[in-house]
């Protein structure tokens, strides 16, 4: 009786199936249910999908920014690196270099000090990546080697963390008030993925569970 029923069995399954290349010594055989109508088969949809991750990837790394100064608009490219500590490496040191493009390439040079508000819940000190939302405070010092500013700033993000490492795509907003007085101040948004470290230089004293 097994024996039937499995056979049964592989009978309505493999009936079922439809052939992606017919055998030769049949003629091909045309399923109206089967069709697909090609522009949204997934083979061709999902020949976008590395497209879309590499433009999207791109972006976060070069970290485009644009800048508002003396009531016009530039464009560049922005990094940031960040050295964290604390018990989740939320209080931060960063140091960002922006390569500006104003018809003269202008080169801006950021120092900043940064506190990070962890919006996650039950979050403890980890070897293991944990995502979180958070909302950065922060404020520092601004040169383009021929003036001189400070400025506050606020970043919204999604961070991956653990006691060492963190990974941070954000979009960031400031404004940069400039020590001379006939300076204008200049007002930035810039969004990107950057990349931190915490505590690199203590331990925290975390148990493995390995």
Known sequence: MKIILTTILIFLVFGRIYPQVNPQNFPPV???DLLINNENS????????????G?????YLVNPILLYEDKKIYAGLTKEISV??????EHRFAFEYSFIFT??????TRF??????????NIEPSHYLQGMGVISLGAGYFTNFSKQGAFPELTLGYALRNHKLLIYPHI??????MFGKNDSGISDISFGLMLGFANPFIDVNIKRDY
């Open 30 to 32: 045309r399923r109206p």
């Open 172 to 177: 960031k907003i400031r404004h940069t008030f």
């Open 55 to 59: 433009i999207a990837g791109f972006l």
């Open 42 to 53: 997934p083979e061709k949809s999902s020949s976008y999908s590395p497209i879309a991750v």
């Open 103 to 108: 018809g003269n390439i202008t080169h801006h």
């Open 84 to 89: 964290g500590f604390g018990k989740f490496g």
């Open 112 to 121: 900043s000090y940064k506190y990070d508000l962890l919006l996650g819940k």
